[in-house]
């Protein structure tokens, strides 16, 4: 059951009120976790994943706890929420990393590989910290880590409200792609997850092509709607 829900009722909800045992004890260095593949793989499939976020609630966890908190603190054009889920394993020495919309396991040890750098762009909340579990490359190495310091309280608050609420194998926490970003539309060949956009959906004529994106990615869309 989601807590005091009816007690949040837009940006400036209570937030507070609803988590009283919210603190700032612990050092960002310590909520942030390494990387683990096992973490990835322990992830549900999509169907199951689904299932669990429409039965426990999440709709409402993220339309009246997780999107007020996002924009109590402005982070609407930097973060959003995402629904954990997985298409494949991975090795250990693997990780999920999205290029030109199209992520395939990389094999790498650190940031650098080929003259850019492999960066988180979606963290899962475990043992009360985020671990992150897909990444994006960025070439040249012209994009930095999203600094969390900048964002600690939300980052508490967050972390607290997917614990209490139960939904630690269901949300996660995302990069948001920024202004104009619409929706994608995952698909998997392979071991390879392609997100085709709005406009690269519509194949049924006789259909609207902006229900028919909605009613594909209701369930599973990657990000947060702003």
């Known amino acids: 059951m989601l807590p005091e829900l009816h007690r949040l009722s837009g940006s400036d909800s209570p937030l507070l009120a609803v988590y009283p045992n919210f603190g700032l004890s612990t050092k960002m260095a310590e909520v942030l976790q390494p990387y683990n593949a096992g973490v990835f793989n322990t992830l549900p499939d ?6 669990s976020f429409v039965s426990k609630g999440g709709p409402d966890l993220v339309d009246k706890v997780l999107k ?34 199209i992520s395939l396991p990389w094999t ?12 988180p762009s979606a963290w899962a909340v475990k043992d009360g910290g985020l ?30 409200a997917i614990g209490e609420s139960n939904f630690e194998q269901t949300l996660s926490l995302r990069l948001f792609p920024g202004e ?30 902006s229900s028919l994106i909605t009613d594909t990615i209701l369930g599973f869309r ?5």
């Not at 007020?68 to 394993?89: A, C, D, N, T």
């Open 108 to 119: 790498s040890n650190g940031d650098d590989h080929s003259g850019g750098k492999i960066l």
């Open 180 to 209: 104009g970003f619409s929706g994608a539309l995952e698909i998997t060949e392979g071991r390879a997850n392609i997100n085709l956009l709005p406009d690269q959906v519509c194949v049924a004529p006789a259909l609207s092509c």
């Open 222 to 226: 990657r990000w947060m709607e702003r």
């Open 68 to 101: 007020p908190m996002i924009e109590r603190y402005q982070l609407e054009s930097k973060l959003g929420v995402g629904l954990l889920h997985r298409h494949f394993e991975l090795e250990d020495s693997e990780k999920l990393v999205e290029f030109n919309n």
């Open 46 to 51: 999509l169907p199951t994943a689904e299932e």
């Open 131 to 160: 671990t992150p579990y897909e990444f994006y490359y960025s070439p040249l190495g012209r994009d930095t880590h999203f600094n969390f310091d900048t964002a600690e309280p939300f980052v508490r608050q967050f972390i607290q």
